[in-house]
């Protein structure tokens, strides 16, 4: 189930993808563990990768969809693979990769095909991109933007202001930057446009974080916007923004996929060939749990992952379910790599803390995913929106098949306006269930969710608490829940995989949901017939010792499986 380098084979994908995706696996394995640690320690800017990436055209085969070059395609399948790869080796070498596609949203959405060319020309050279939104003041909240256009009476503009939190500005050969006219008020002032890191106008400030990767804080002193540098005016340049973070920030999740295999075969390996009082480490109860449980939600992990994969990949104008996978990806599968890391830290205790592990590294790194796109409550309070629908009024739909085909994803950059949400429908959540109801933690698992849909039916928040933001995201969590199991059954459906193993993913959320609907018991504005609803709903997972020993098995045959040479 795992990412391997010295097993992988890329064979679901054709031979330009096969052939790079091994080319980057060869590349960090050739390097070597040492390279990789001490430039991680000395926060070393990666420019031997880039010089790599720029080399194969690992960017610009991936990142060019099919309208900029009819040779190159934008196939979220293998952008996905890539994200694990590089997650895998560090979290840096996929940030200077996800913030060039974060970049170029804005720019393949646009219609100003001098930018476009100028964009796949500067791909072509090896140069990377910069997604100009944040900044220090406001954060994402692009309502405030401080960037302020002045009209030069020439059709352009001059730009003034600051950006923060912009991986790759230092370097980015374009920039693409969120603004407001000075002299029009409200959604229809906004603007989109082209910068370049390298003009004289374009002040870098400093590194932000204290990494390997360059999040750079940049200022713009009248900078000159052409007419022919911009990207997007008014309300289509909001929706730009919202639409890029879609595509991109969607990447979050098979990132944190890839840190956890690597730690997860650094910790195993340790564990399995550690000796204490006299027994393997491994033969102790509770560090068996540990990495059992951290085995199974990371498996889990990669089928919710892959599964969000095929909805991208068939959307429409008359399909939007993706707007709901989406932020679970970037909410709930890295907040699970959070629990995967701990689970194993437990277990590793202080070696988790020595330089010379990657575990080090994926310990600090895996916290910054689920924190990158807003905060795990903006991805909560999005995915209400979808709740009623979701559970109540299902719609018909086509099945979606795996899509691994060698297919431009052209309608990810014609998304439209980014509105509506409430009212997109979703296929029936039972169906996923229904179809795996007889394993027993599955079950269990639906009479929590069946549960769930109760509660909003006959004690719905009332209006007080739906302005208790505290309290909503709770039941937000609850509701994840049932998401994240839908497509988790659903992969398994598709990928045969051992019943055993999904039942262990389910005893998972099974605790999971309890411990939910504990928090809920004690929200302060919880009624008493909600807090009743939440005791009556804990449940025990049900437990069998073969299905357990059976999935310790599998995490067992990782000890050894994979180290990276030195």
């Known amino acids: 189930m795992l990412f391997n380098p010295r097993t992988y084979d890329p064979a679901q994908f054709d031979e330009p993808t096969r052939r790079l995706l091994r080319a980057t696996v060869d590349w960090f394995e050739s390097r070597g563990k040492k390279a990789l640690i001490d430039t991680y320690i000395d926060r070393a800017w990666y420019a031997d990768f880039l010089e790599f990436a720029a080399k194969e055209g690992l960017f610009a085969e991936f990142l060019t969809p099919s309208a900029a070059d009819p040779e190159k395609r934008w196939d979220t399948s293998r952008i996905a693979e890539l994200n694990e790869i590089l997650g895998f080796y560090g979290l840096g070498y996929w940030y200077t990769w996800q913030v060039t596609i974060l970049g170029l949203g804005p720019v ?231 629990k995967v890391i701990d689970l194993m830290w437990d277990v590793i205790a202080a070696k988790g803390f020595e330089a010379d592990t990657y575990f080090d590294k994926a310990a600090k790194d895996i916290r910054g995913l689920p924190k990158l796109e807003g905060t795990v409550h903006v991805n909560l309070a999005l995915i209400l929106k979808f709740m009623a629908n979701y559970l109540f009024a299902p719609a018909e739909y086509a099945p979606v098949p795996t899509r691994q085909d060698a297919a431009d994803d052209e309608f990810l950059f014609r998304q439209g306006p980014a509105r509506g949400l409430g009212a997109i429908r979703f296929h029936d959540w039972r169906a996923a269930y229904d179809a795996h109801g007889h394993l027993p933690n599955v079950a269990r698992f639906r009479e929590q969710a069946d549960g769930f849909c109760a509660l909003l039916l006959e004690h719905a928040p009332t209006a007080e608490q739906q302005a208790d933001l505290d309290f909503l995201l709770e039941i937000g969590q609850l509701f994840a829940l049932i998401v994240y199991g839908q497509l988790v059954l659903e992969q398994a459906e598709l990928t045969g995989l051992d019943a055993d193993l999904l039942d262990q993913i389910f005893d998972a959320l099974v605790r999971d949901f309890s411990a939910h609907a504990t928090e809920l018991h004690g ?40 180290e990276m040479a030195e």
Not at 163 to 185: C, H, M, Q, T, W
């Open 108 to 338: 393949w959405q646009s219609e100003n095909e001098a930018v476009r060319a100028r964009a796949a020309k500067l791909l072509a050279e090896g140069h990377v991109m910069a997604f100009g939104l944040s900044e220090r003041s406001h954060g994402a909240d692009i309502y405030s933007t401080d960037m302020v256009l002045t009209p030069n009476g020439e059709g352009g503009f001059t730009a003034t202001g600051s950006k923060y939190y912009i991986g790759n500005g230092n370097v980015a050969g374009l920039v693409s930057v969120f603004g407001r006219r000075s002299d029009v008020e409200g959604p229809e002032g906004y603007v989109f446009f082209a910068a370049d890191s390298r003009h004289e106008a374009y002040h870098l400030v400093k590194n932000v974080v204290n990494a390997q990767m360059y999040v750079s804080e940049f200022r713009l002193e009248e900078y000159p916007v052409r007419a022919e540098d911009v990207l997007h005016t008014g309300k289509a340049a909001f929706d730009a923004a919202l639409n890029t973070v879609n595509v991109g920030k969607f990447n979050l999740c098979t990132a944190s996929v890839g840190i956890c295999e690597h730690a997860m075969y650094e910790a195993v390996t340790h564990a399995h060939n550690r000796v204490l009082y006299g027994k393997r480490v491994t033969d102790f109860p509770h560090v068996r749990r540990e990495l059992t449980d951290a085995y199974a939600r990371l498996v889990a992990m990669k089928l919710f992952a892959a599964r969000s994969v095929d909805y991208f990949r068939t959307a429409s104008p008359e399909d939007r379910r993706y707007l709901l996978f989406n932020p679970m990806t970037k909410m709930k599968v890295t907040t699970e790599g959070e």
């Open 523 to 562: 929200k302060a504005s919880t009624t008493e017939a909600q807090a009743a609803w939440a005791l009556a709903h804990v449940r025990r997972p049900v437990a069998d010792g073969e299905r357990t020993a059976k999935v310790w098995g599998m995490v067992e045959a990782l000890s050894g499986a994979y």
